[in-house]
C-alpha cells in the first residue's frame, strides 16, 4: 500500500487526498484498520476524506458519509484547494445511497459561492450531473456531466473522468446506442490502465455492454470476477443499487447457481451493515427474491426503491414472475405497463422495447417504440429504428445479434435492413459499411487533452 501511497502523492499532488485514498485502497482485496499515516495526512480535512474513500471502498457507505459530513464541518488551516471539495464528495456519497432530497440541498449550497477553479467547476458538473441522471433528470444530468467532463479533461483532472465516464457508457446502453457506449467503454478502460478508477461501476457497466453485444455467455467471465472480488463486488454493492439484482439474472440464464447465492448473501451482509439506507436493503430483498422466486421480496424492492430506473426494474421482474402463473395476465399487464411508463420518463428506450415486446407476447400492443434517440435529422431519411440497426449492421453484427440488442425479431430486423438499402442505395453489408464510415452522424467527443496536462 505506501508504494501506491507514493505513486499516487508523484502522480496527483498531496492535496488530491480524494484520489490518494482510492489508490491506496485499490491494491488491497480487503481493507482491515486503516494505517494512521494514510488518514493524518497533510491537514485534518484531507485525514477525513481519506478514512471517508476507503470506508465506502471497503463497503461501509454508512461510515463514508458520517465521515465525509464530519469533512465538511472542519475548515482546512493549509489552503488546499481539494480539501474545499469535500462537500462534493459527500453528495457523490449520497448519490449512491439515493438521498436525493440531501444531495441536491448540498449541491445548491456549494453551487452558492462561486466556482474558484477548473477542477471546482468540472467537479461541480460531474457530480452533480450523475446526482441528476439518478434522480431521474436525466438529459439535465448529461448535459453537466459531458460539460463536466470536458473541463476534466482539459485541464488534467483525472480522479473525476471515470464517474464521468460511467454516467455516460450507462445512459447510452440504455438509449441502445452502442457505439456511444462502446466509445465511453475504451474511454474507462483507458482511466483502468493507467491507475484511476474505482473498479466496481465501470466492470459493471462494462458487463452490462457485453451481455448486451453478445448475450450472457460474453458477460460470463466479467460476471464472475465481479462476485468472487470482495473488493469490486462490496464496492458496487454500496454504489449502483440496480447492479446485483442484474448480476443474479444473469447467473440465473448461465445456470450459475453459486454465483447468485454468493452475490445475494453479500447483499444481505450489505444490508444489514446500512440497516437505514433503504436502497441497499431494496437492492438486496430484489436479488434474494429473484433467487428465490419470492414476489413478496420482489414487491418490498419495488415499493423502497427511491430511483425509478430501479422501481421499473423491480417491476418488470413482478410482471415476469406472474406472467408464469396461472390467472395473473391482467396483474402481469398492469406491472409490465407501469415498468414501461418508469423507462420511458428516464429516456431508457433499450429498456422501454424489452417491455414493449414483452406485453406484445400477451396480444398487447403500445405503439412503435423507438430504440434510440438522435438530435437533429438522421441521415438519407432513416427513421431511428432503421439508423440503429444500420449502425449495429456496419459494426459487423449479425440479424440475430441486432435483434437480440434492439429486442426485435431477425425478420424485423431483415424488414428494416431491406428499407435501409433502399434509401442509401446500397445492395450489401459490406457496401453499407463503407458509407456509414464516412456519411452517419458521429458521437460527440470532448477535446483532446494536451499532453501536457496528462
Same mark, same amino acid.
Given at each position: 500500500?505506501?508504494?501506491?501511497?507514493?505513486?499516487?502523492?508523484?502522480?496527483?499532488?498531496?492535496?488530491?487526498?480524494?484520489?490518494? %485514498?482510492?489508490?491506496?485502497?485499490?491494491?488491497?482485496?480487503?481493507?482491515?484498520?486503516?494505517?494512521?499515516?494514510?488518514?493524518?495526512?497533510?491537514?485534518?480535512?484531507?485525514?477525513?476524506?481519506?478514512?471517508?474513500?476507503?470506508?465506502?471502498?471497503?463497503?461501509?457507505?454508512?461510515?463514508?458519509?458520517?465521515?465525509?459530513?464530519?469533512?465538511?464541518?472542519?475548515?482546512?488551516?493549509?489552503?488546499?484547494?481539494?480539501?474545499?471539495?469535500?462537500?462534493?464528495?459527500?453528495?457523490?456519497?449520497?448519490?449512491?445511497?439515493?438521498?436525493?432530497?440531501?444531495?441536491?440541498?448540498?449541491?445548491?449550497?456549494?453551487?452558492?459561492?462561486?466556482?474558484?477553479?477548473?477542477?471546482?467547476?468540472?467537479?461541480?458538473?460531474?457530480?452533480?450531473?450523475?446526482?441528476?441522471?439518478?434522480?431521474?433528470?436525466?438529459?439535465?444530468?448529461?448535459?453537466?456531466?459531458?460539460?463536466?467532463?470536458?473541463?476534466?479533461?482539459?485541464?488534467?483532472?483525472?480522479?473525476?473522468?471515470?464517474?464521468?465516464?460511467?454516467?455516460?457508457?450507462?445512459?447510452?446502453?440504455?438509449?441502445?446506442?452502442?457505439?456511444?457506449?462502446?466509445?465511453?467503454?475504451?474511454?474507462?478502460?483507458?482511466?483502468?490502465?493507467?491507475?484511476?478508477?474505482?473498479?466496481?461501476?465501470?466492470?459493471?457497466?462494462?458487463?452490462?455492454?457485453?451481455?448486451?453485444?453478445?448475450?450472457?455467455?460474453?458477460?460470463?467471465?466479467?460476471?464472475?470476477?465481479?462476485?468472487?472480488?470482495?473488493?469490486?463486488?462490496?464496492?458496487?454493492?454500496?454504489?449502483?443499487?440496480?447492479?446485483?439484482?442484474?448480476?443474479?439474472?444473469?447467473?440465473?440464464?448461465?445456470?450459475?447457481?453459486?454465483?447468485?447465492?454468493?452475490?445475494?448473501?453479500?447483499?444481505?451482509?450489505?444490508?444489514?451493515?446500512?440497516?437505514?439506507?433503504?436502497?441497499?436493503?431494496?437492492?438486496?430483498?430484489?436479488?434474494?427474491?429473484?433467487?428465490?422466486?419470492?414476489?413478496?421480496?420482489?414487491?418490498?424492492?419495488?415499493?423502497?426503491?427511491?430511483?425509478?430506473?430501479?422501481?421499473?426494474?423491480?417491476?418488470?421482474?413482478?410482471?415476469?414472475?406472474?406472467?408464469?402463473?396461472?390467472?395473473?395476465?391482467?396483474?402481469?399487464?398492469?406491472?409490465?405497463?407501469? %415498468?414501461?411508463?418508469?423507462?420511458? %420518463?428516464?429516456?431508457?428506450?433499450?429498456?422501454?422495447?424489452?417491455?414493449?415486446?414483452?406485453?406484445?407476447?400477451?396480444?398487447?400492443?403500445?405503439?412503435?417504440?423507438?430504440?434510440?434517440?438522435?438530435?437533429?435529422?438522421?441521415?438519407?431519411?432513416?427513421?431511428?429504428?432503421?439508423?440503429?440497426?444500420?449502425?449495429?449492421?456496419?459494426?459487423?453484427?449479425?440479424?440475430?445479434?441486432?435483434?437480440?440488442?434492439?429486442?426485435?425479431?431477425?425478420?424485423?430486423?431483415?424488414?428494416?435492413?431491406?428499407?435501409?438499402?433502399?434509401?442509401?442505395?446500397?445492395?450489401?453489408?459490406?457496401?453499407?459499411?463503407?458509407?456509414?464510415?464516412?456519411?452517419?452522424?458521429?458521437?460527440?467527443?470532448?477535446?483532446?487533452?494536451?499532453?501536457?496536462?496528462?
Amino acid at each position: 500500500m505506501d508504494a501506491a501511497v507514493n505513486h499516487a502523492t508523484k502522480s496527483t499532488g498531496d492535496a488530491d487526498s480524494w484520489h490518494l %485514498a482510492l489508490a491506496a485502497a485499490g491494491t488491497r482485496m480487503d481493507i482491515g484498520p486503516v494505517p494512521e499515516h494514510l488518514l493524518s495526512g497533510s491537514c485534518e480535512t484531507a485525514g477525513l476524506i481519506r478514512r471517508s474513500a476507503l470506508s465506502w471502498l471497503n463497503g461501509r457507505l454508512d461510515v463514508a458519509l458520517r465521515v465525509a459530513a464530519e469533512a465538511m464541518d472542519v475548515e482546512c488551516d493549509k489552503g488546499h484547494e481539494f480539501c474545499g471539495l469535500a462537500g462534493y464528495w459527500c453528495v457523490a456519497l449520497l448519490t449512491k445511497a439515493r438521498e436525493f432530497d440531501a444531495g441536491w440541498r448540498t449541491l445548491h449550497s456549494l453551487r452558492a459561492g462561486p466556482a474558484d477553479s477548473p477542477r471546482v467547476g468540472a467537479t461541480s458538473q460531474v457530480i452533480g450531473g450523475e446526482l441528476l441522471f439518478a434522480m431521474g433528470r436525466v438529459e439535465d444530468g448529461l448535459a453537466e456531466v459531458r460539460a463536466g467532463l470536458e473541463l476534466a479533461e482539459r485541464y488534467g483532472v483525472r480522479s473525476l473522468l471515470p464517474t464521468g465516464y460511467v454516467v455516460m457508457a450507462l445512459s447510452a446502453l440504455r438509449r441502445a446506442d452502442m457505439r456511444t457506449c462502446l466509445q465511453f467503454l475504451d474511454k474507462l478502460t483507458g482511466e483502468a490502465l493507467l491507475g484511476y478508477f474505482g473498479q466496481a461501476a465501470g466492470a459493471w457497466v462494462s458487463a452490462l455492454a457485453a451481455e448486451a453485444r453478445g448475450g450472457v455467455a460474453s458477460a460470463a467471465g466479467l460476471v464472475a470476477g465481479i462476485i468472487t472480488n470482495p473488493l469490486v463486488l462490496r464496492q458496487l454493492l454500496v454504489s449502483e443499487p440496480a447492479a446485483v439484482s442484474w448480476l443474479v439474472r444473469v447467473c440465473g440464464k448461465l445456470g450459475a447457481v453459486d454465483l447468485a447465492e454468493e452475490a445475494v448473501r453479500a447483499a444481505a451482509i450489505t444490508a444489514a451493515d446500512h440497516p437505514r439506507i433503504g436502497v441497499i436493503r431494496a437492492s438486496a430483498s430484489h436479488a434474494a427474491g429473484l433467487l428465490a422466486g419470492d414476489l413478496d421480496m420482489v414487491g418490498v424492492a419495488a415499493n423502497l426503491y427511491p430511483d425509478q430506473w430501479c422501481v421499473a426494474s423491480a417491476q418488470e421482474d413482478l410482471a415476469d414472475m406472474l406472467a408464469k402463473r396461472h390467472g395473473e395476465r391482467e396483474n402481469a399487464i398492469r406491472l409490465f405497463d407501469s %415498468a414501461l411508463a418508469s423507462y420511458t %420518463a428516464v429516456g431508457a428506450t433499450r429498456d422501454v422495447s424489452r417491455v414493449v415486446n414483452k406485453l406484445r407476447d400477451f396480444g398487447v400492443r403500445r405503439g412503435a417504440i423507438r430504440a434510440v434517440e438522435r438530435d437533429g435529422l438522421l441521415p438519407f431519411g432513416l427513421t431511428n429504428t432503421e439508423f440503429a440497426v444500420a449502425e449495429l449492421v456496419s459494426q459487423g453484427h449479425t440479424n440475430n445479434e441486432v435483434g437480440r440488442q434492439l429486442f426485435i425479431s431477425r425478420h424485423t430486423v431483415a424488414f428494416h435492413l431491406k428499407k435501409v438499402y433502399q434509401k442509401m442505395s446500397v445492395t450489401s453489408r459490406v457496401e453499407l459499411a463503407a458509407s456509414w464510415k464516412t456519411l452517419a452522424p458521429q458521437p460527440s467527443d470532448f477535446p483532446e487533452r494536451d499532453p501536457q496536462d496528462a
